[in-house]
């Protein structure tokens, strides 16, 4: 079974950054695709970001834009999402997942983690 497990969140005050960490456990595996989501309380589940395996082609939503960066390590099944000048509102717990098979839906992912929080003060 595949196992994903997130790391690097915490408190930051607005404006300031963290660098959230993922790595899959359990065995050496090439996914399609893997991305970030959110989650607050009371809210769905957002997509954030994900990146393809093959290429490295990155995507975004229009809410963190220009705001983070994914990026991933093939060799050790790990992706990354650096979060700038956060806000108040990116307060939510983040989820990290991993799409193992090809899918159209850049939102369709197989495996998930457990999350780790991210909290931004004002």
């Known amino acids: 079974q595949v196992q994903l497990v997130e790391s690097g969140g915490g408190l930051v005050q607005a404006g300031g950054s963290l660098r959230l960490s993922c790595a899959a456990s359990g065995r050496t595996f090439n996914p399609w695709r893997m991305a970030w989501f959110r989650q607050a309380p009371g809210k769905e589940r957002q997509f954030v970001a994900a990146i393809s395996w093959s290429g490295g082609s990155t995507y975004y939503a229009n809410s963190v834009k220009d705001r983070c960066t994914i990026s991933r390590d093939n060799a050790s099944n790990t992706v990354s999402l650096q979060m700038n000048n956060l806000k108040p509102e990116d307060t939510a717990i983040y989820y990290c997942?991993?799409?193992?098979?090809?899918?159209?839906?850049?939102?369709?992912?197989?495996?998930w983690g457990q999350g780790t929080q991210v909290t931004v003060s004002s």
């Open positions: 997942a991993a799409a193992v098979t090809p899918r159209v839906s850049i939102t369709t992912y197989d495996y």
